[in-house]
C-alpha cells in the first residue's frame, strides 16, 4: 500500500500569511495526488486534482504542485475561511490512501 | 440538484450488522465510480470501498470479508452491508461519487459499542 506523509500536522497562521503543506509518498505515484478542504462538522471539498490543477470554483490562492513522490499545497494569502484541516490522497493505485491531515489554526 | 444522501447509520454492538445506503439525485450510480469514505471520532478520513463498471469492487484490507459494497443502479442507490463489526468502525461514513471525490454526502453516523 502507498503510504502518504503530511506535514506539518498543525499550522498555526494569521490572515493574510503564505503557507505551505507538504504531502510524501511512499512510492511515486506520477501525478495522481488530490487535495481536499475539510471544515469541522462537513464533508471534505476538492480542491486539486491531478496534482497542480485547480478544480473549478476553487480560489486562485490555492496551488498545487509536484510529482512523483513530493507534493505541495500552497494558499498565497490565507483568508479566514481557509482556516480548516486539509488532506491529500493518491489515486495511483487501490487502496487509495489519504495523508494524515494539516490543520490550519489561527495563531 | 446533483447530490448524496446518506442513511441508515445508529448503534449496533460489536460483532453486528447494518446496511448503509447512500441516495443519489440528479445522477445515475450505474456509471460512476462510487465509493464509501469513513472518518472516526477526532481522525483523519479513510477510504473503504470503491465500486465501478460492471460490478468491479475493491477494499480496505480493514474492512475486506466484513463489509460489501452494491449498487441498485434502478434506485439510483449505493449500499454498504457491514458485517461483523468492531468497535474500531465507529465512523462517519461517507458516500462519495468519481475518482477523485468531486461529490460527498453528508455523512452518516455509525457508533459500534456495548
Known amino acids: 500500500d502507498i503510504q502518504l506523509t503530511q506535514s506539518p500536522s498543525f499550522l498555526p497562521a494569521s490572515v493574510g500569511d503564505r503557507v505551505t503543506i507538504t504531502c510524501r509518498a511512499s512510492?511515486?505515484?506520477?501525478?495522481?495526488l488530490a487535495w481536499y478542504q475539510q471544515k469541522p462538522g462537513k464533508a471534505p471539498n476538492l480542491l486539486v486534482f491531478?496534482?497542480?490543477t485547480l478544480q473549478s470554483g476553487v480560489p486562485s490562492r490555492f496551488s498545487g504542485s509536484g510529482s512523483g513522490t513530493e507534493f505541495t499545497l500552497t494558499i498565497s494569502s490565507l483568508q479566514p475561511e481557509d482556516f480548516a484541516t486539509y488532506y491529500c490522497?493518491?489515486?495511483?493505485?487501490?487502496?487509495?490512501?489519504f495523508g494524515g491531515g494539516t490543520k490550519v489554526e489561527i495563531k | 440538484e446533483v447530490q448524496l444522501v446518506e442513511s441508515g447509520g445508529g448503534l449496533v454492538q460489536p460483532g453486528g450488522s447494518l446496511r448503509l445506503s447512500c441516495a443519489a439525485s440528479?445522477?445515475?450510480?450505474?456509471?460512476?465510480?462510487m465509493t464509501w469514505v469513513r472518518q472516526a471520532p477526532g481522525k483523519g478520513l479513510e477510504w473503504v470501498s470503491v465500486i465501478y463498471g460492471g460490478a468491479n469492487t475493491h477494499y480496505a484490507d480493514s474492512v475486506k470479508g466484513r463489509f460489501t459494497i452494491s449498487r441498485d443502479n434502478s434506485k439510483s442507490t449505493l449500499y454498504l452491508q457491514m458485517n461483523s463489526l468492531r468497535t474500531e468502525d465507529t465512523a462517519v461514513y461517507y458516500c462519495?461519487?468519481?475518482?477523485?471525490?468531486?461529490?460527498w454526502g453528508l455523512g452518516t453516523v455509525v457508533t459500534v459499542s456495548s
Open positions: 490522497q493518491q489515486l495511483n493505485s487501490y487502496p487509495l490512501t
Open positions: 440528479g445522477f445515475s450510480v450505474g456509471g460512476q465510480y
Open positions: 462519495a461519487r468519481g475518482e477523485p471525490f468531486n461529490l
Open positions: 512510492q511515486a505515484i506520477t501525478n495522481y
Open positions: 491531478p496534482a497542480s
